[in-house]
């Protein structure tokens, strides 16, 4: 199980961005992928998850209505759509998936119930 992220950058508050994760060795869509994110001296935090079973999604409240998750299944990735981006959301940014895991808020908010993890891609914002 392999998972590549990429699309980070710099961008300028307001601005947006669109990172990918692609799946290797699997489905994408066998499987739940998550989105977290990683600031320096922070908690790993979850970000948005797109179940595997119905397409259903789940964000976390801090970027709800800015961010959207959707998978292409041809391409076997799943992307995260950053719009109105703030100076907070400046972060290294993880995909991950799990066998047992559901999408889930519980999952997001417990980033150790994960199991499989992709490097991550970095993202900042500047003001």
């Known amino acids: 199980v392999q998972l590549q992220a990429s699309g980070g950058g710099l961008v300028q508050a307001g601005g947006s961005l669109r990172p990918s994760c692609v799946a290797k060795?699997?489905?994408?869509?066998?499987?739940?992928t998550f989105w977290f994110r990683q600031a320096p001296g922070k908690e790993r935090e979850g970000v948005s998850c797109?179940?595997?079973?119905?397409?259903?999604?789940y964000y976390a409240d801090s970027v709800k209505g800015r961010f959207t998750i959707s998978r292409d299944r041809a391409k076997n990735t799943v992307y995260l759509q950053m719009n109105s981006l703030k100076p907070e959301d400046t972060a290294n940014y993880y995909c991950?998936?799990?066998?047992?895991?559901?999408?889930?808020?519980?999952?997001?908010?417990?980033?150790?119930?994960?199991?499989?993890w992709g490097k991550g891609t970095q993202v900042t914002v500047s003001s």
């Open positions: 060795g699997f489905s994408s869509d066998s499987y739940p």
């Open positions: 991950a998936t799990d066998f047992e895991s559901p999408c889930s808020a519980s999952t997001l908010q417990n980033y150790y119930r994960v199991d499989y």
């Open positions: 797109i179940s595997n079973s119905d397409g259903s999604t």
